[in-house]
């Protein structure tokens, strides 16, 4: 039970990190490919994000997690 909440709360953890790190990269830049490494990287991290999220009100234990 500890392992889980733990995973758990790195899970978020890495999560919001990544979004964070993606929207400070794509507002830190305007112009050239690197918007859209950015944008590409922000899109992969909201479709990862929603499909943990589907995933985890499929598995049944999604009442279960304190940290959703």
């Known amino acids: 039970m500890a392992s889980t909440r733990l995973l758990g709360s790195l899970a978020?953890?890495?999560i919001a990190v990544l979004v964070v790190g993606s929207l400070w990269r794509l507002?830190?830049?305007a112009t050239g490919d690197d918007v859209?490494?950015?944008g590409a990287t922000l899109a992969?991290?909201?479709v990862l994000t929603v499909a943990?999220?589907?995933a985890g009100r499929r598995s049944g234990g999604?009442?279960?997690n304190?940290?959703?």
Request: charged content about 0%; overall charge neutral.
């Open 12 to 14: 978020v953890l890495s």
């Open 27 to 29: 507002l830190q830049l």
């Open 36 to 38: 859209a490494a950015a």
């Open 44 to 46: 992969i991290v909201v």
């Open 52 to 54: 943990g999220v589907l």
């Open 62 to 64: 999604w009442t279960a």
């Open 66 to 68: 304190p940290y959703w």
